[in-house]
């Protein structure tokens, strides 16, 4: 069965920062995808970041481009989201997606992706 897993999450003062991992389990791959959407309670989810699983590419929503970095251990099928300057407007609840096969469908398009973590819980207080 594949798993998909997430974990970092946490409450933290505006401007702080978190470290998000995902990691992947049940399958292996060298293509595909990792992505992280996050959600807020009574609104859909929307798109935060992804990588290119074989180059490293990292795909960034505007509002982290400049705060987020994304990153990936291929051996460790782990991805991770590094969170600076958090602002109170990134509380949600942030889920890893995956895909392990290359796609011509945007990385930023939930249905490009087949498994889905539980998700962690980011916090961010004024």
């Known amino acids: 069965q594949v798993q998909v897993v997430e974990s970092g999450g946490g409450s933290v003062q505006r401007g702080g920062s978190l470290t998000l991992s995902c990691t992947a389990s049940g399958t292996t791959f060298s293509s595909g995808r990792m992505g992280w959407f996050r959600q807020v309670p009574g609104k859909g989810r929307e798109f935060v970041s992804a990588?290119?699983?074989?180059?490293?590419?990292?795909y960034y929503a505007d509002f982290v481009k400049d705060r987020f970095t994304i990153s990936r251990d291929r051996a460790k099928y782990t991805m991770y989201l590094q969170m600076n300057s958090l602002k109170p407007e990134d509380t949600a609840v942030y889920s890893c997606?995956?895909?392990?096969?290359?796609?011509?469908?945007?990385?930023?398009?939930?249905?490009?992706?087949?498994?889905w973590g539980q998700g962690t819980q980011v916090t961010v207080s004024s």
């Open positions: 990588i290119s699983w074989n180059n490293g590419k990292g």
């Open positions: 997606a995956l895909r392990t096969y290359d796609s011509a469908i945007k990385m930023n398009i939930t249905r490009s992706y087949d498994y």
